[in-house]
């Protein structure tokens, strides 16, 4: 009788052993949430970055990437404000620098990512402007570059026009804009005689005419850098993704746009 009890009472136990079991494996294959990444980043990538983006997904599905474009100061003042987000790309070390100092970005994330060139445009069809010096001449009534207030593309226009000793020519003819991709179309339009706008901005279009690229001594150099939010809850995804975007199949798609590899920057 008793070895029967005993034997019985190991069956019990068997059993719960394995009813727990089976219920451990279905609590282990409860679906993760997938990774949203919410990326702010300088107008200037609006074009190459989504296709960035779905290169790096091909090989992440389960990934998802989100993006808000604008002037580096516009989203600046987005984030201090309390925007979510969970990565920041910009061409301005400033607007990187004061985010940092209130604690909005973590420091130790900063990456530089690529690099560009700023340049001269004008609409394809004008001949007007052949050169930076041609900015000054009489014939020429606008000139559009971005607020260098909040603007990175404008904060180097305007050191490269200090530089080249026009900025007093030609202050008077300059309209602002709140980014590099309202130079772009207000040039392409034609309501602009000229703009300064990243290389990159400029590669992407059929309308207008790069006339000069600015001598590399007379600004310094342009990198477009990431760093993660303080408060994003997908840090590994976000450093993943960071050096996903230095690495070389992201630098090909760079290069297709217009930007410069970090090894051609001096």
């Given at each position: 009788?008793?070895?029967?009890?005993?034997?019985?009472?190991?069956?019990i136990?068997?059993?719960?052993?394995?009813?727990?079991?089976?219920?451990?494996?279905?609590?282990?294959?409860?679906?993760?949430?997938a990774p949203?990444?919410?990326?702010?980043?300088?107008?200037?990538?609006?074009?190459?970055?989504?296709?960035?983006?779905?290169?790096?997904?091909?090989?992440?599905?389960?990934?998802?990437?989100?993006?808000?474009?604008?002037?580096?100061?516009?989203?600046?003042?987005?984030?201090?404000?309390?925007?979510?987000?969970?990565?920041?790309?910009?061409?301005?070390?400033?607007?990187?620098?004061?985010?940092?100092?209130?604690?909005?970005?973590?420091?130790?994330?900063?990456?530089?990512?690529?690099?560009?060139r700023?340049?001269?445009?004008?609409?394809?069809?004008?001949?007007?402007?052949?050169?930076?010096?041609?900015?000054?001449?009489?014939g020429?009534?606008?000139?559009?570059?971005?607020?260098?207030?909040?603007?990175?593309?404008?904060?180097?226009?305007?050191?490269?026009?200090?530089?080249?000793?026009?900025?007093d020519?030609?202050?008077?003819?300059?309209?602002?804009?709140?980014?590099?991709?309202?130079v772009?179309?207000?040039?392409?339009t034609?309501?602009?005689?000229?703009?300064?706008?990243?290389?990159?901005?400029?590669?992407?279009?059929?309308?207008?005419?790069?006339?000069?690229?600015a001598?590399?001594?007379?600004?310094?150099?342009?990198?477009?850098?990431?760093a993660?939010?303080?408060?994003?809850?997908?840090?590994?995804?976000?450093?993943?993704?960071?050096?996903?975007?230095?690495?070389?199949?992201?630098?090909?798609?760079?290069?297709?746009?217009?930007?410069?590899?970090?090894?051609?920057?001096?």
């Amino acid at each position: 009788m008793m070895q029967r009890v005993r034997i019985l009472l190991l069956i019990i136990v068997l059993l719960i052993g394995v009813v727990s079991g089976c219920g451990a494996p279905g609590a282990e294959q409860k679906a993760s949430p997938a990774p949203k990444l919410m990326v702010f980043a300088g107008a200037g990538l609006k074009d190459a970055l989504p296709e960035v983006a779905n290169l790096y997904l091909q090989s992440h599905p389960g990934v998802k990437i989100s993006f808000n474009f604008a002037g580096s100061g516009t989203l600046q003042r987005q984030i201090e404000q309390g925007a979510p987000v969970d990565i920041v790309i910009f061409p301005g070390k400033k607007q990187l620098d004061a985010l940092e100092k209130k604690g909005l970005i973590d420091k130790t994330t900063r990456k530089k990512i690529l690099a560009d060139r700023l340049v001269l445009i004008t609409p394809k069809e004008s001949g007007k402007v052949q050169d930076f010096a041609d900015l000054a001449s009489p014939g020429v009534d606008k000139i559009s570059i971005g607020d260098p207030a909040i603007v990175p593309a404008g904060e180097w226009a305007k050191e490269t026009l200090v530089n080249l000793g026009l900025w007093d020519k030609v202050k008077a003819k300059l309209v602002l804009t709140k980014d590099v991709q309202q130079v772009k179309t207000y040039v392409e339009t034609g309501n602009m005689d000229a703009g300064l706008v990243w290389r990159s901005t400029a590669a992407t279009s059929s309308k207008i005419r790069i006339a000069a690229v600015a001598p590399a001594k007379v600004h310094r150099p342009i990198f477009f850098t990431g760093a993660v939010a303080s408060n994003s809850k997908e840090k590994e995804t976000d450093l993943d993704f960071l050096r996903y975007l230095a690495g070389p199949d992201a630098a090909r798609v760079f290069t297709k746009y217009g930007f410069s590899p970090l090894s051609d920057v001096k």
